[in-house]
């Protein structure tokens, strides 16, 4: 079962940028979509952005455009989500997922890692 790993997370004051990361845990992700979500405590998980396999094709959550900028680097078989400008309110645990349909419109997505905190806070 395909399973990928996100990294990255911290503690970072309003204002402040992270850039997190997510691998294949033992393949790698060059043919898939993939998407970036975050849940915070008490509410339901969201999807911020997703990236198909080429990375020619992103979208954002309108609450995170022109802040968060997601992207791939196949050779390395990782995909990023840089986060600048970080409000209290992006506070949260961030997953990366697969479509389950393996494009990013696709309602369903899996192959859950562990996540990464994030949390911002002065």
């Known amino acids: 079962q395909l399973q990928l790993v996100e990294s990255g997370g911290g503690l970072v004051q309003p204002g402040g940028s992270l850039r997190l990361s997510c691998v294949g845990s033992g393949f790698r992700l060059d043919i898939y979509s993939i998407g970036w979500f975050r849940q915070a405590p008490g509410k339901e998980r969201e999807k911020m952005s997703c990236?198909?396999?080429?990375?020619?094709?992103?979208n954002y959550l309108d609450s995170v455009k022109g802040r968060f900028t997601i992207s791939r680097d196949n050779a390395k078989s990782t995909v990023y989500l840089q986060m600048n400008s970080l409000k209290p309110e992006d506070t949260a645990v961030y997953y990366c997922g697969i479509p389950t349909g393996g494009r990013c419109h696709d309602a369903r997505f899996g192959s859950w890692g562990q996540g990464t905190q994030v949390t911002v806070s002065s």
């Open positions: 990236i198909n396999s080429s990375g020619g094709s992103t």
